[in-house]
């Protein structure tokens, strides 16, 4: 399930599930996307980006949704591993520089 | 090709002292930013620099700190004076073109401050 730590929100999942990671962009004028994913002690690791002329993108186990009308973009992942325990951020970018969302910290339970 | 990299990894400061922070871009990235994070927190933007050129500081607090990226040799990340609520982890990153490639980032370096 879902909740809001202090400061991190965390997603819990089984391991083998899909997890599905939610970020609410500011700008509408924001016509790039850029989902990473940060370990601990790391700094973060591109995983997939989008420009706002898709609405999907796919890539090894992990998918980009974009809805430009909610201002809402969404990281899949399938069959969740250990491994993919982090911190996600997405960004976006209208031409200047990347804004950071505030994070979701993914768990994954055995 | 060498991605990012950022020095020292740690670096410990005592009051009143100065920090420099080192960054060295992806090899043909001419972009590079600055972006610092607190735990448990998100990464936020600080500055944004071109060669010899600070393109972007609106996220740079207005006294002690400092950003420069000379034509030879790394982006430097310089905080005079530090004080405790400095500590953080600083994190580079570089891209080829402004906002419209991804970032990729260094290691960072976590300062702390005695």
């Known amino acids: 399930g879902e909740s809001v730590g202090l400061h991190l929100p965390t997603l819990s999942v089984q391991e083998g599930d899909n997890s599905i990671i939610n970020c609410a962009y500011s700008n509408s004028a924001s016509d790039y996307f850029i989902w990473y994913k940060q370990e601990s002690g790391k700094g973060p690791q591109f995983i997939i980006d989008?420009?706002?002329?898709?609405d999907k993108r796919q890539g090894q186990r992990v998918t980009v949704l974009l809805n430009k009308t909610v201002k809402h973009l969404s990281l899949q992942i399938a069959a969740t591993q250990p491994g993919d325990s982090a911190v996600y951020f997405c960004?976006?970018?209208?031409?200047?520089?990347?804004?950071f969302g505030p994070g979701t910290r993914l768990s994954v339970l055995p | 090709n060498a991605g990012v990299m950022q020095n020292p990894r740690h670096l410990v400061r005592r009051r009143g002292q100065e920090a420099r922070l080192r960054c060295s871009p992806m090899?043909?990235?001419?972009?590079v930013y600055w972006y610092r994070q607190l735990p448990e927190e998100g990464l936020k933007f600080m500055v944004y620099l071109q060669k010899e050129n600070i393109i972007d500081e609106s996220g740079m607090p207005k006294e002690r700190f400092s950003a420069e990226f000379p034509k030879e040799g790394p982006s430097i990340l310089r905080i005079q004076q530090v004080v405790r609520g400095d500590s953080a982890a600083y994190f580079c990153?570089?891209?080829?073109?402004?906002?419209?490639?991804?970032?990729?980032f260094g290691s960072g370096t976590q300062l702390s401050v005695l």
């Open positions: 960004a976006e970018s209208y031409g200047q520089n990347f804004v």
């Open positions: 090899k043909g990235h001419s972009h």
């Open positions: 990153a570089s891209s080829g073109l402004r906002g419209t490639e991804k970032l990729f």
């Open positions: 989008i420009r706002s002329n898709m």
